[in-house]
């Protein structure tokens, strides 16, 4: 629980947002043009170094306000969850990767499920 | 202006030893009510509540889940009869958006400073729907001391001994753990008291016995030390979560009065085993806290580290099952992964599953929860093992003088009740 999360593979710039009840928040975030012209997403819940909300609980909002930042369209949007290895002896701690669909709900994203998937198949993903 | 402040009752765990504290957040929160508020203080856990129009603002201080629902109740009852009513504490940051759909007003975050204007708001008409602090926490120099004076302090008795009171000298926590909501509740940060705050607190306190409810005392070395060198000299025993494991914390804790810990014990590890001795060396017995049904835990898993509590000399152990409180890592993986079954927030006591457990059924988890139980005080009951601290407090207390009698008075009396 002690380590610094770092950019990586799946993380190369920090979003700071206001997350539930205003609480300054950040996560890590990568965005990815696809060759086929859709924007996919990835969200890193960075732990300690996030002052606030933690991705999951706002990942509604969150990902609105990321598709409005790189104002992209819902459409073609794919937003991944990611929690990093904190290399603790605790399996919830373990990295996981979520693809989350939500439904849209007149300019912002609602009723948030998740779709577990490996390592291989976001880096499929990030492919395009 | 008369003030009602209730704290709501719940339904106490099945089979288990059922004793009161008086509570911390309504304490708390008195010491910041204006002086010209009248506060008439019921903990429904101890007293009758008489719900009439004598009050004129209606203030209903959660901590616990399992309070929420009673507490919503309360406040329709009030609303029904005209009466504003204000929403504050732990559980109320937990349950925000429900709680204020029973609510005049919900307060987040923590009081200091705050309610003067908030009172001055109701006299004016003009409460808001949330005053929210949640991410501007107080100065800790205005935490002062609590107001204990609102509470009824012969209701905190049983048989004549007096419970401890709640206190606490640090907010707060720098780690994120999985059951724990505190890193919403507090903030990621370690926000200790001054030492100085801290002292003239305690030194206000008539009570010898206390339980230190911060989070951990293992967060900051230098704080921790100061704190335990600067408590010697009141001589107070206490209880706390858990202390730091550097010899020199533990020689002041135990100095400082420590009486016994609640310690985490998560496996069957050699690091738990000397952790359990260490305290012991020091003279500061343990409660070890057992929390079953966790994703890493089989059956077989539960039933040795029942096997190794046995083995390791634990004065008490309390056993709970994962209880996935919101704004927690365990509710939402959970979430996500569709596994909690019951959502009714009475359950959420930590000794009903209300999730789909990884290894084993629902069904079976509620046995082990009950066998640990079982188990473990097989051959010494809970009471028993009680009273083996209770003697070892006293026997403290009265080689250094400040041993407080039992109330003869209240010596056929169990918290307000005739026994």
């Given at each position: 629980m002690e380590i610094n999360i770092a950019f990586d593979a799946y993380m190369d710039r920090y979003f700071d947002f206001p997350g539930q009840w205003d609480t300054p928040s950040r996560c890590g975030v990568k965005?990815?043009?696809?060759?086929?012209?859709?924007?996919?997403?990835?969200?890193?819940?960075?732990?300690?170094?996030?002052?606030?909300?933690?991705?999951?609980?706002?990942?509604?909002?969150?990902?609105?306000?990321?598709?409005?930042?790189?104002?992209?369209?819902?459409?073609?949007?794919?937003?991944?969850?990611?929690?990093?290895?904190?290399?603790?002896?605790?399996?919830?701690?373990?990295?996981?990767?979520?693809?989350?669909?939500?439904?849209?709900?007149?300019?912002?994203?609602?009723?948030?499920?998740?779709?577990?998937?490996?390592?291989?198949?976001?880096?499929?993903?990030?492919?395009? | 202006m008369k003030f009602k402040l209730i704290y709501p009752k719940w339904e106490k765990l099945e089979g288990q030893t059922i004793f009161y504290l008086p509570p911390h957040g309504p304490v708390v929160m008195a010491a910041d009510i204006p002086d010209y508020v009248d506060i008439d203080f019921t903990d429904e856990n101890v007293e009758e509540l008489i719900i009439d129009e004598t009050p004129d603002f209606v203030g209903i201080s959660m901590m616990l889940t399992t309070q929420v629902q009673r507490g919503w109740a309360i406040a329709d009852q009030y609303r029904k009869l005209g009466k504003k009513v204000i929403f504050g504490g732990i559980s109320t940051m937990l349950h925000a958006e429900e709680t204020m759909l029973h609510a005049d007003s919900v307060f987040l975050g923590e009081v200091e400073g705050r309610l003067t204007d908030i009172f001055e708001d109701f006299r004016k008409n003009e409460l808001k729907k949330v005053y929210n602090f949640m991410a501007k926490p107080p100065d800790m120099n205005l935490v002062g001391p609590a107001n204990r004076d609102i509470l009824k302090k012969d209701l905190y008795y049983h048989k004549g001994f007096r419970m401890v009171d709640l206190f606490h000298a640090s907010r707060g926590c720098i780690y994120d753990c999985?059951?724990?909501?505190?890193?919403?509740?507090?903030?990621?940060?370690?926000?200790?008291?001054?030492?100085?705050?801290?002292?003239?607190?305690?030194?206000?306190?008539?009570?010898?016995?206390?339980?230190?409810?911060?989070?951990?005392?293992?967060?900051?070395?230098?704080?921790?030390?100061?704190?335990?060198?600067?408590?010697?000299?009141?001589?107070?025993?206490?209880?706390?979560?858990?202390?730091?494991?550097?010899?020199?914390?533990?020689?002041?804790?135990?100095?400082?009065?420590?009486?016994?810990?609640?310690?985490?014990?998560?496996?069957?590890?050699?690091?738990?085993?000397?952790?359990?001795?260490?305290?012991?060396?020091?003279?500061?017995?343990?409660?070890?806290?057992?929390?079953?049904?966790?994703?890493?835990?089989?059956?077989d898993d539960i039933k040795r580290l029942i096997d190794f509590l046995l083995e390791i000399n634990l004065d008490l152990a309390e056993f709970t099952v994962l209880a996935p409180f919101p704004h927690t890592k365990a509710y939402s993986d959970l979430v996500k992964q569709n596994r909690i079954f019951d959502h009714n927030w009475d359950h959420y006591n930590a000794g009903k599953v209300v999730y789909h457990p990884k290894h084993m059924s629902a069904e079976r988890l509620q046995e082990l929860y009950h066998y640990a139980w079982d188990t473990f005080y097989k051959d010494e009951p809970q009471p028993m093992k009680?009273?083996?601290?209770?003697?070892?407090?006293?026997?403290?207390?009265?080689?250094?003088?400040?041993?407080?009698?039992?109330?003869?008075?209240?010596?056929?009396?169990?918290?307000g009740k005739m026994v």
């Open positions: 965005i990815i043009r696809r060759k086929d012209g859709k924007s996919l997403v990835i969200a890193t819940e960075i732990y300690r170094q996030n002052p606030g909300t933690p991705v999951t609980e706002w990942v509604a909002p969150l990902a609105t306000q990321i598709m409005q930042h790189i104002e992209e369209q819902p459409e073609n949007y794919i937003f991944i969850e990611h929690t990093p290895d904190l290399r603790s002896k605790l399996t919830f701690y373990d990295e996981t990767f979520d693809k989350v669909d939500f439904d849209w709900d007149g300019g912002k994203f609602i009723n948030p499920r998740w779709t577990r998937l490996s390592k291989v198949e976001v880096d499929k993903m990030m492919e395009g | 999985y059951p724990c909501a505190v890193r919403y509740l507090g903030g990621r940060g370690f926000r200790p008291r001054p030492i100085y705050r801290v002292v003239e607190e305690l030194s206000q306190m008539d009570n010898n016995r206390l339980f230190i409810v911060d989070n951990s005392l293992a967060l900051d070395t230098a704080w921790e030390k100061e704190l335990f060198k600067a408590m010697i000299p009141l001589k107070k025993k206490w209880v706390s979560h858990t202390i730091e494991d550097k010899d020199e914390v533990l020689d002041l804790a135990a100095q400082a009065g420590a009486w016994y810990v609640y310690q985490a014990v998560f496996d069957t590890s050699d690091y738990i085993r000397n952790r359990i001795k260490q305290y012991h060396d020091y003279g500061i017995a343990v409660e070890g806290t057992i929390l079953l049904g966790l994703d890493n835990q089989t059956e009680m009273f083996n601290l209770i003697s070892r407090v006293i026997n403290r207390e009265m080689e250094d003088g400040t041993y407080q009698p039992r109330r003869r008075d209240l010596i056929d009396v169990s918290f």
